[in-house]
Each structure stands twice: as C-alpha cells, then as structure tokens.
C-alpha cells in the first residue's frame, strides 16, 4: 500500500470527510492525542515502516484555530513549509486539492522536548471558497 499525496487527499481523505461510515483497508482511525508514536504501529491495519490513519484534528482551545498536538509523553512539532498538492493533470489545468503539512515527535514538553526519529505527514483537504451567487 503506497499511496500518492494525490490519492491520500482526493480518493481517502475526501471519502472520509464526506462519508464518516467510510472505510480503507489499509487505513483506520486514531486519536493521536491519546496514542504515543511508539504505540501506532500496532494500531495499524498494515506497514512495518509506514502506516496509515485518519484522525480528527484537536483544537487546543474550544473557539480558536491552532490544533493540539500533545500527547501525554510529547508534542507533535511542524517542520518546514505545507507542502500544496495538485491533481496530476496538466500543469495549465492543475487544481489545489490539498496541503501536506510534516511533523517530528518530541519526548517531553515545550520548549525543552527532545526530538525523536518519529516523523508524521499530516494531509488536510484545501477547501474552494464559496461562489457568491449573482442575485
């Protein structure tokens, strides 16, 4: 199982999102808030080296935006840039479909964790803003 940014987003992630009762073989749902890394390969449906979840983003305060990515153990820590992912169609008709955002687990809290070898990929659908109707 190795799926394309492209697939995870447009094929799994979309098919999640607009049927919660969907299912992948390969993949299954985690509450990486609750599981340490080290945990997550016997929650995996398949993979010695990769594995494959769906997981609801936490928010760190119940009104605002930022995402909680602590566990008890650690924090998940952004590295670098999101990444956009384009269907791969041509380039004059590529489409934005979605955002890869890349992780590494540090043991203990902010600011003073200790980085791990853990990296995750998180992918998050880019969403069209709505079309104003000519009324």
Request: hydrophobic share 30%; net charge positive.
């Amino acid at each position: 199982f190795h799926p394309t940014d492209e697939e995870l987003i447009t094929y799994y992630l979309r098919g999640k999102i607009a049927d919660a009762g969907f299912t992948a073989r390969a993949i299954t749902e985690v509450d990486l808030n609750k599981c340490e890394p080290w945990d997550l390969p016997e929650k995996a449906k398949m993979g010695e080296k990769e594995w494959y979840f769906f997981s609801l983003r936490d928010r760190k305060y119940p009104t605002g935006v930022r995402t909680n990515r602590a566990t008890n153990a650690g924090y998940w820590k952004t590295t670098g840039k999101d990444k956009e992912i384009f269907t791969g169609q041509p380039p004059s008709t590529q489409e934005l479909v979605g955002m890869k955002k890349t992780l590494v687990f540090y043991k203990g809290r902010a600011p003073r964790g200790e980085k791990s070898n853990w990296v995750m990929h998180e992918y998050r659908l880019h969403l069209k803003p709505a079309s104003k109707s000519n009324k």
